[in-house]
C-alpha cells in the first residue's frame, strides 16, 4: 500500500551539505523501521541509516557524524540531512519502508545525489 518518493537530491561541493526527504503515500506509523540507502556506480546498494518507530537510529560508520536521519510520523516522511559531503558519498539514495507483520518492505525511486567540485 505504501509508496515512497524521495527528492531533493542535486549536485554540491565536497564540504556542502543537501537534505533529502522521502514522501510516503501511506502512513509510516506502522512500519518498524524506517532507512536510507544508496547504491554508487558499479557498486551494491549499501545501508546508510535506520531509524525505528521508537526513533532509534543507526547510521554506517562512513556516515556517522556527517548525517542525521529523522522521521515524522504526522507528515508520513522521512528525511536524511548531510553534512560535509565527500565525494564518494556520490551515489543514487533510496527510501526504504519495513515492517514485520503484515510483512511489507517498501522502496523509493531514488534521488540521485552527486558531490564534485
Known amino acids: 500500500q505504501v509508496q515512497l518518493a524521495e527528492s531533493g537530491g542535486g549536485l554540491v561541493q565536497p564540504g556542502g551539505s543537501l537534505r533529502l526527504s522521502c514522501a510516503a503515500s501511506g502512513s509510516i506509523y506502522s512500519m518498524n523501521v524506517m532507512g536510507w540507502y544508496r547504491q554508487a556506480p558499479q557498486k551494491q546498494r549499501e545501508l546508510v541509516a535506520t531509524?525505528?518507530?521508537?526513533?532509534?537510529?543507526n547510521y554506517s560508520d562512513s556516515v556517522k557524524g556527517r548525517f542525521t536521519i529523522s522521521r515524522d510520523n504526522a507528515k508520513n516522511t522521512v528525511s536524511l540531512q548531510m553534512n560535509s559531503l565527500k565525494p564518494e558519498d556520490t551515489a543514487v539514495y533510496y527510501c526504504n519502508a519495513q515492517r514485520g507483520w503484515p510483512w511489507g518492505n517498501y522502496w523509493g525511486k531514488g534521488t540521485l545525489v552527486t558531490v564534485f567540485s
Open positions: 531509524i525505528s518507530s521508537g526513533d532509534t537510529t
